[in-house]
């Protein structure tokens, strides 16, 4: 699935997009089911200590399974994360790419 979105950290907001898995049973809504999957990575970026601190807003979503992007979309997203699987995962925070383990 590929999700674009908005979140808002302490009164900004910023753009993001995760491409990757997504289960489609997602009774919450899909803002929250990105919250879940983005604030371990943001959490200590923007020392955050729970996830109400962290509001979602879906600009777009797709269950196509095409994943087109390139390497230049990290200077536009300010998250960007690529999860295609557990040893198969990019993440970049405002244009830089994180190590992840």
Do not use: W
Request: charged share 20%; with cysteine; proline share 1%.
């Amino acid at each position: 699935m590929i999700v674009t979105f908005l979140y808002r950290v302490n009164d900004l907001t910023y753009y993001g997009k995760y491409i990757g898995y997504l289960s489609d049973d997602y009774e919450d809504g899909l803002d929250i089911e990105i919250q879940r999957i983005i604030y371990p990575y943001l959490k200590n970026h923007y020392q955050l200590t729970h996830e109400t601190q962290l509001h979602i807003g879906i600009l777009f979503y797709t269950s196509k399974s095409y994943a087109y992007f390139s390497s230049e979309e990290c200077n536009v997203f300010q998250f960007l994360l690529y999860n295609f699987s557990n040893d198969n995962k990019e993440l970049y925070l405002h244009g830089v790419q994180q190590l992840l383990m």
